[in-house]
């Protein structure tokens, strides 16, 4: 088992800056592919950016490209989403989650077994 705990969420302006973080703890963090996603109120839950195993290797969605930036320290057990130039359309509850090597490069949140329980980001305009 692995437990993810988001934190780094909050209410922001547009144009402004937010680093998300993901601890991990239980089984050894560096054997996961990590990633981000969020939803939005009445919407379904959406892939954001995800990272491999070791962090070499990332890739994002479309509209996020350019802005928001996913790495981990294995060390630390932690993934990170830095995100700028946030935009009134970023509002969601973004979402960590973990899954085995082979979820890397997947978009859909069945790739992935493990997840936390949330944090809050609100972009105001």
């Known amino acids: 088992q692995v437990q993810l705990v988001e934190s780094g969420g909050g209410l922001v302006q547009a144009g402004g800056s937010l680093r998300l973080s993901c601890a991990a703890s239980?089984?050894?963090?560096?054997?996961?592919?990590g990633a981000w996603f969020r939803q939005a109120p009445g919407k379904e839950r959406e892939f954001v950016a995800g990272?491999?195993?070791?962090?070499?290797?990332?890739y994002y969605t479309d509209y996020v490209k350019g802005r928001f930036t996913v790495s981990r320290d294995n060390a630390k057990n932690t993934v990170y989403l830095q995100m700028n130039s946030l935009k009134p359309e970023d509002t969601a509850v973004y979402f960590c989650?973990?899954?085995?090597?082979?979820?890397?490069?997947?978009?859909?949140?069945?790739?992935?077994?493990?997840w936390g329980q949330g944090t809050q980001v609100t972009v105001s305009s």
């Open positions: 989650a973990a899954g085995p090597i082979s979820s890397y490069g997947k978009y859909t949140s069945d790739a992935y077994n493990y």
């Open positions: 990272i491999n195993w070791s962090g070499s290797r990332t």
């Open positions: 239980g089984r050894t963090f560096s054997n996961y592919a």
